[in-house]
């Protein structure tokens, strides 16, 4: 029984910033990685950013330099530090954890419920 919990989402004005959070429970084995992801309305989920288990991060050209993920793989936890927030980051947010293995190969991702970002301007 996996569960991701997210939080952290709300309103807040153009140029403010937010921190999301996100705590795995369960029984979760061999995390590869973790990071979030966002849907706003009528578009594509999207990534915004993730990091792997070695300390690796990716970030979604829109977000870069105004972000910052971190995480504990001790905890499950992972965190989002958005900064210089614009309304078009408007969107659900998404707490994603990757779950895989090289041998045997298997991977599999678990998501969270979303929470919502909305940027005022």
């Known amino acids: 029984q996996v569960e991701l919990v997210e939080s952290g989402g709300g309103l807040v004005q153009a140029g403010g910033s937010l921190r999301l959070s996100c705590a795995a429970s369960?029984?979760?084995?061999?995390?590869?990685?973790m990071g979030w992801y966002r849907q706003a309305p009528g578009k594509q989920r999207e990534l915004v950013a993730t990091?792997?288990?070695?300390?690796?991060?990716d970030y979604a050209d829109s977000v870069k330099g105004r972000s910052t993920i971190s995480s504990d793989y001790a905890k499950n936890m992972v965190s989002l530090e958005m900064n210089s927030l614009k309304p078009e980051d408007t969107a659900v947010y998404y707490c994603?954890?990757?779950?895989?293995?090289?041998?045997?190969?298997?991977?599999?991702?678990?998501w969270g419920q979303g929470t919502q970002v909305t940027v005022s301007s």
């Open positions: 994603n954890v990757k779950q895989s293995r090289s041998w045997p190969r298997f991977s599999r991702d678990y």
């Open positions: 369960g029984s979760i084995f061999s995390i590869s990685a």
């Open positions: 990091i792997t288990s070695g300390g690796s991060t």
